[in-house]
């Protein structure tokens, strides 16, 4: 079992930088596999990256490449979403979610989620 919080979202201008922390808790979370999906307003969630169990190879959506980073802190039992270059298409709520998953892109696959947290651009 394992047990995620987000923090750090908030509002930012247009241009702007917001970084997302995960904090897990919970055995093993190293063995997992963990992606940031987020959920625009009215719209279904979507996949936004994710990282694989080794922690070698970061996966990105075509929308945020370039921009946005993932990194996870194992030994911190932490995963982290650095966005750069906030669009006013990127707001929405972002979730932190992990699991033995091989599609990252699917978010249906992912047994442990956060909350989220709200981010919010300002054009």
């Not at 808790?25 to 694989?52: L, T």
């Amino acid at each position: 079992q394992v047990q995620l919080v987000e923090s750090g979202g908030g509002l930012v201008q247009a241009g702007g930088s917001l970084r997302l922390s995960c904090a897990a808790s919970g055995r093993a979370f190293s063995i997992y596999a963990v992606g940031w999906f987020r959920q625009p307003p009215g719209k279904e969630r979507e996949f936004v990256a994710a990282y694989s169990r080794s922690g070698v190879n970061p996966y990105y959506a075509d929308f945020v490449k370039g921009r946005f980073t993932i990194s996870r802190d194992n030994a911190k039992n932490a995963v982290y979403l650095q966005m750069d270059s906030l669009q006013p298409e990127d707001p929405g709520v972002y979730h932190c979610a992990a699991g033995l998953v091989r599609d990252y892109r699917d978010w249906t696959k992912y047994p442990y989620w956060g909350r989220g947290s709200q981010v919010t651009v300002s054009s």
